[in-house]
């Protein structure tokens, strides 16, 4: 484990309220003298002692983030560094697959998915399955091309 870093801010207002915000970092690696080798880091932000915690498994490259009210939330990647997996407190969790030029082909969501498809030439977004609650004929509905560009340009 390497040494925690710790910052304290705390700020006054004229009126005399005081804020303090501490965010302290740790992290543990395998081998101790190569910074590349990070097995979990933890960051605690505690703003006037209520406290949000995320961690970081490096094995499973997962996120926890707890709030204060000991709500949880996790989030997994993959190899790429793209959210697998999104587990937020009081709903279902999301799965998210991607096609091999790492746009998302297909959310699911419990019974409900979605699934994209993309034009070959322009990579525009082309069509959208499983939007039940869209009208017919609409951008959304998946019957007909969109002009919903791609976020990143063709390579």
């Known amino acids: 484990m390497t040494k ?13 309220l005081t804020s303090t915000t ?4 740790t992290a543990t690696l395998s081998n101790p003298s190569d910074p590349l080798t990070l097995v979990t880091m933890t960051d605690t932000t505690s703003v006037n002692g209520r406290s949000f915690t995320s961690t970081w498994n490096a094995a499973t490259r997962t996120w926890t983030h707890v709030t204060p009210a000991g709500r949880s939330a996790t989030v997994s990647l993959d190899e790429k560094g793209r959210v697998v997996h999104a587990a937020p407190p009081g709903i279902l969790p999301t799965q998210l697959t ?3 030029q790492g746009r998302i082909a297909a959310l699911a969501q419990g019974t409900r998915q979605q699934t994209f498809g993309y034009d070959a030439q322009t990579g525009y977004l082309l069509s959208v399955t499983g939007l039940a609650s869209c009208p017919p004929n609409s951008p959304s509905s998946g019957t007909g091309p969109t002009s919903v560009p791609r976020i990143a340009a063709p390579f």
């Open 22 to 25: 501490t965010h302290a970092q």
């Open 4 to 16: 925690p870093r710790t910052t304290e801010t705390r700020v006054t207002l004229p009126s005399g």
């Open 98 to 100: 991607y096609d091999p």
